[in-house]
């Protein structure tokens, strides 16, 4: 259903954004629709789980390229953001 909801909603080359991303869902869905996937977690043991989930559901190289791109970090070492309070 999600993987619906981003065909019909998204172009090709778009960007799908989950700011809550969780398990992975949305960015699961995303896997080969031809759309670029950004998420984005606070909990730090569920973000490194989704991401190891994530590489095995597709090829570790190609993950670990786009993430390298997009954080200039390797995988293994990638964390989630820390939360900074509003003033």
Do not use: N, W, Y
Not at 7 to 24: E, L, W
Not at 34 to 52: D, P, Y
């Amino acid at each position: 259903m999600m993987r619906h909801i981003i065909q019909t909603s998204s172009r090709p080359d778009d960007t799908v954004a989950d700011f809550f991303m969780g398990f992975g869902s949305t960015i699961k869905a995303v896997l080969g629709l031809e759309r670029v996937a950004i998420g984005v977690e606070l909990e730090k043991e569920r973000f490194l789980q989704t991401q190891k989930e994530i590489c095995a559901e597709v090829s570790g190289q190609h993950v670990a390229e786009a993430l390298r791109l997009a954080a200039g970090i390797e995988p293994e070492t990638a964390t989630a953001s820390k939360r900074v309070p509003l003033q």
